[in-house]
Nanobody, 115 residues
């Protein structure tokens, strides 16, 4: 059974940094895309960034230049370095992984940025 375990959320002041990590386990199949969505208060879930197993990335315009995704394929782990955080980055961040034809989700981790 595939599991995605996230860590690294928390409370930070505006301008600060946080690093999220997400480790996938329970599958011996190749993982195509891994990445992060987020859902802020009263907002729809939106794609933040994704990375494929070749290292190609897609960033939301709102985070480009501030967030950096990286991936350790050997350990099926993805990281999200978030710098210059803004109050509007406050959200629950969900890790996901595309394995075969299915998408798997982490439990979500809260990121709160105070002004």
């Amino acid at each position: 059974q595939v599991q995605l375990v996230e860590s690294g959320g928390g409370l930070v002041q505006a301008g600060g940094s946080l690093r999220l990590s997400c480790a996938a386990s329970g599958s011996n199949r190749s993982i195509n895309f891994m990445g992060w969505y987020r859902q802020g208060p009263g907002k729809q879930r939106e794609l933040v960034v994704r990375i494929n197993n070749g290292g190609s990335t897609n960033y939301a315009m709102s985070v480009k230049g501030r967030f950096t995704i990286s991936r350790d394929n050997a350990n099926n782990t993805v990281y999200l370095q978030m710098n210059s955080l803004k109050p509007e980055d406050t959200a629950v961040y969900y890790c996901y992984a595309d394995i075969g034809r299915r998408t798997y989700w982490g439990q979500g981790t809260q990121v709160t940025v105070s002004s």
